[in-house]
Each structure stands twice: as structure tokens, then as C-alpha cells.
């Protein structure tokens, strides 16, 4: 198990990918699912960034862990900023042409794709969400 | 993530290399507003971009969107990331795909 915490800022974006990576790296995990934990990182941290803290600064934890039965990665985003539960957002319309298209919840939607199993908490005033990888 | 750009004459092509991401994005946006003007035929080079999330799909739909109304836009040469990410999204049906 390894953990980060730094603050929610874009600027760390790259800090924590590449924290993710090289503990991906120690466990060999395929290229295809590497990159598809990196979409995903950009995608919740990028949430946390944009919507946990409003316009003050706070502090994201990210954890990686591995399995093996079966051989998974499992990552978890812990916050205390504004209580979200993104396993509430709606499924996008993927069907609406490109001038009916909407952007909102895509980010959510790919994140759900990716991943096969994700479970969120609140508890103790922080956010929790709980992902896992199947390799 | 890098933008290579090549204009002639109605037609530019942005050949993209790394990651479309949260952080790159902002890049492609400022650049599609600075040269999208009079361009009639928008080609995205996707040979050498690794992967793509819901930040960079969001400037290609801004962009398909500025297209439809002033010429054609073409993505090519995704890589199979890239393609799934269309493919669950429903990307693929609104962009055209070579």
C-alpha cells in the first residue's frame, strides 16, 4: 500500500499520476489498464480540484493498493471538502447529437466504464470513494 | 502534451502528442480560439496522443460544434484508448473518425 496526500490543486496533477504509476510499475500492471487508471485519476482529482474546496485550498489523500485474488489495483480519493457522492450522478444522454450533446456527467460515466467496482462514504466529514481495477 | 500545427491556406491540422487531459487541455482550447477563424477543414492528428478524458472531449465537441456551422472536422489515427473512450462515450457517433 501506498498513499499521497497534497493538496487539491491541478498543479498536482502530475504528482499524483505519477506517484499512481510507479506503484503500478512495481506491480507490472498492463499498459491498457494503467493508462485507463490514469483517465480516471484525471478525472476524480480533477473533480476534487474543481469542486471539493470552492475557492479555498484542502488536501486530497490517494491511496493505492494491490490484490491478487484476482490480481487488482485498488485506489481511494479521501477529501474533506463538500460532501459528493459522485456515484449519484446521472448517466449522460450518449446518444444526443453534437449539438444536443451536453458535457456534464461524461467525466463520471468514463470513470464507472473503467472501473469495476466503486463504492463512495461520507464519514467523519470526508468524502471516501473506493475504486477497484480487476488486471 | 504538445501541439504540432500545420495551416494551409482554409485547412489546419493539429497533430497532437501526449495526453489530452485536465491539465493539457486549456492548451488545445487557447489554440482552437486563436486559429479556428476562417478554417474550413479541421483535421486532428491523433497518431501520437496516448489518451484523451472528458476535459479534452469536451474542446473537440466545442469544436465539432464551431465546424458544423463553417466546414468539416476529422479525427485520425486514434489509438485503441483513445477509440474506446469514444466508443463509450458516444463520441463516435457525433465525430467522424477515419
Not at chain 1, 496526500?5 to 499524483?16: C, F, G, P, Y
Amino acid at each position: 500500500m501506498k498513499e499521497i496526500t497534497v493538496d487539491a490543486m491541478i498543479e498536482n496533477m502530475n504528482t499524483v499520476t505519477a506517484f499512481v504509476d510507479d506503484f503500478l510499475d512495481q506491480i507490472a500492471c498492463p499498459m491498457k489498464s494503467r493508462i485507463q487508471i490514469n483517465i480516471v485519476i484525471d478525472e476524480i482529482f480533477g473533480n476534487i480540484c474543481h469542486y471539493a474546496y470552492k475557492d479555498s485550498v484542502g488536501a486530497v489523500t490517494v491511496r493505492v493498493e494491490s490484490g491478487n485474488t484476482p490480481k487488482a489495483v485498488f485506489l481511494t480519493f479521501t477529501d474533506n471538502g463538500i460532501p459528493y457522492n459522485p456515484l449519484d450522478t446521472e448517466d449522460p444522454d450518449i446518444t444526443s447529437s453534437s449539438e444536443e450533446r451536453k458535457i456534464g456527467g461524461l467525466g463520471i460515466y468514463l470513470v464507472k466504464k473503467n472501473m469495476d467496482e466503486m463504492k463512495y462514504e461520507y464519514v467523519n466529514q470526508q468524502n471516501r470513494l473506493w475504486m477497484e481495477k480487476r488486471l | 502534451m504538445t501541439i504540432n500545427k500545420k495551416l494551409e491556406a482554409a485547412k489546419l491540422e493539429l497533430l497532437l502528442e501526449g495526453r489530452l487531459d485536465t491539465t493539457t487541455s486549456p492548451m488545445l482550447e487557447a489554440e482552437l480560439k486563436q486559429s479556428i477563424e476562417g478554417v474550413t477543414e479541421l483535421v486532428f492528428d491523433f497518431e501520437k496522443l496516448e489518451y484523451i478524458s472528458s476535459a479534452g472531449l469536451r474542446i473537440l465537441l466545442a469544436a465539432q460544434k464551431i465546424m458544423n456551422k463553417q466546414g468539416s472536422m476529422v479525427v485520425k489515427n486514434v489509438n485503441e484508448i483513445v477509440a474506446e473512450v469514444f466508443e463509450v462515450t458516444g463520441f463516435s457517433d457525433i465525430l467522424t473518425i477515419e
